[in-house]
């Protein structure tokens, strides 16, 4: 028998209350959710859970008693929400739950409760969105180490995904004060494996080996403290990331290793969402040794996990990886495909460093080719230049410079070698870039669009409808002209 089996004894005792037994069932949770036991800590939350992002059973408790059980009802549906809409579930019982802390004035435990909503916004990539109620939680930590540790490495988190590595690395150097003794071996083996990712990732961008040697020592640090606290699924994780690291250095045989270790981890644990982040790593491990037919059937049952999970950038980071692997294995029409729903997926979470990558990785692998149109290709660059103007990642500067080059090749290529080429067709493609560029310009309106490509506003209507369909979503809608309510005279 255990100790949480030893605390839920004194659910026996008939003296106490409804709102001390769902305290009790409440505090032994959130031990086993800390502890990566969640199949223990549903069973913990006995008849209060009704089933992942549903309302718990809180109908006749007190406000803190209520509160507790909504706060561990939506960490575990988030933990547990591999299905769409989880997350989504899992926000509103987060979000009530610190309703209720602020309500009783028990700021550290609502922002507690804002720190794991902001990591079900990052898991669905809205970033921008987990910031915002990072920094709300900020406001409400006076001083309490163990949470002020546990909302910076939440920062950390989002920013990593970000690939604002450079503030990451800023941000865990200026806050290691915090990890010492007190801070628990969870907390302290995130703080060591988001320095590792961010101290690897610049290492990468900016050539310094010394930086992928101090990410070793740092993931190292991460297994012991993962270990301590018994987190085997953070382990497996370590693993993962360790894996990638030795996968950019080259290292393809001792990256493989680690992924077999992770592989077996998770596997005996039955996790199978982070399982597919490991066949996507092995997946990138395979692409790089030209091995793309293995790639393509690990990558498969990956994707099939995310495809029913809410976790948005890590679907659309493996569809891009489904794009390089197709457009290697000569499936290039579905490739262009796969990537542009990979854009489409992250930005509409709010993942635009994701969404920016998918764009440059299609002009990497289809840009310098005649599949796709100079046009295309134009238009696939700026939307990557855009989604990635935050981006503090030199990897992602150095692909946009080498992409900007690929673009104006292509720009620069006599248009009479393309296939299929017509003069009517260059000529309408050049005009409708125009067009296209005068209606931005003009905020949609086809009045101040005609003024500025020197045309009549009835000429360019006609152009619209006929010739140029495709750029009618780029004008204000158009309205009716209202009739007057003034009457003529009568004759």
């Known amino acids: 028998m255990n100790l949480a089996d030893d605390r839920l004894r004194e659910l026996d005792s008939p003296s106490l209350t409804a709102d001390e037994r769902a305290m009790l069932r409440a505090e032994v949770a959130a031990d086993l959710i800390h502890k990566g036991q969640h199949e223990g800590a549903r069973e913990a939350l006995g008849e209060l859970w009704r089933g992942m992002g549903q309302r718990p059973n809180v109908e006749g408790l007190g406000d803190r008693a209520a509160a507790e059980v909504l706060l561990q009802a939506g960490v575990l549906s988030g933990w547990l929400g591999k299905v769409k809409g989880a997350q989504d579930a899992a926000k509103d019982l987060l979000s009530e739950s610190a309703a209720l802390f602020e309500k009783l004035g028990d700021a550290k435990r609502a922002a507690g409760a804002c720190a794991d909503l902001a990591i079900c916004y990052w898991r669905e990539g809205a970033y921008r969105e987990a910031r915002v109620v990072l920094e709300g939680a900020a406001a409400l930590i006076e001083e309490n180490a163990e949470l002020k540790a546990k909302t910076v490495l939440c920062f950390a988190v989002v920013e990593s995904s970000a690939g604002r590595y450079g503030d990451v690395l800023r941000l865990l150097t200026e806050s290691t004060p915090l990890f010492a003794e007190g801070v628990s071996h969870r907390l302290r083996g995130i703080f060591h494996n988001e320095l590792a990712i961010a101290l690897r990732r610049l290492g990468t961008a900016e050539r310094r080996p010394e930086y992928h040697d101090r990410a070793i020592i740092e993931y190292t640090a991460a297994t012991y403290h993962f270990e301590q606290a018994g987190r085997e699924q953070y382990a497996a994780s370590i693993e993962n990331n360790l894996a990638f690291l030795l996968y950019k250095l080259g290292r393809y045989r001792d990256a493989h290793e680690h992924l077999d270790r992770a592989q077996a981890i998770l596997t005996r644990l039955k996790d199978t969402a982070t399982l597919a982040q490991v066949d996507e790593t092995r997946a990138r491990v395979l692409v790089a040794e030209r091995r793309y037919r293995d790639a393509d059937r690990t990558l498969a049952g990956a994707l099939k996990t995310l495809e029913r999970g809410d976790e948005s950038a890590r679907l659309a980071d493996a569809l891009a990886v489904q794009g390089v692997i197709w457009a290697r294995l000569w499936v290039y029409d579905a490739s262009v495909n796969v990537l542009r729903r990979a854009a ?40 990557a230049d855009r989604l990635l103007k935050d981006t503090q990642d030199a990897e992602d500067v150095t692909r946009l410079r080498a992409c900007a080059r690929v673009v104006m090749r292509r720009l620069s290529d006599t248009t009479i070698h393309e296939k299929n080429f017509s003069l009517y067709g260059a000529v309408h493609e050049f005009e409708g870039k125009l067009i296209g560029q005068a209606l931005e310009e003009a905020g949609g309106s086809v009045t101040k669009a005609a003024r500025i490509l020197g045309l009549k506003h009835q000429t360019l209507v006609a152009m619209l409808k006929t010739r140029h369909k495709g750029l009618r979503g780029k004008r204000t809608p158009m309205t009716k002209r209202l009739k007057s309510i003034m009457k003529k005279p009568e004759s």
Do not use: F, N
Not at 353 to 368: D, F, K, P, R, W
């Open 344 to 383: 489409e997926v992250a930005e509409t979470v709010g993942a635009l460093t994701s969404a920016g990558q998918a764009m440059l990785t299609l002009i990497e692998e289809h840009g310098a080719s005649r599949r796709l149109p100079p046009s295309e290709v134009y238009d696939a660059y700026l939307k």
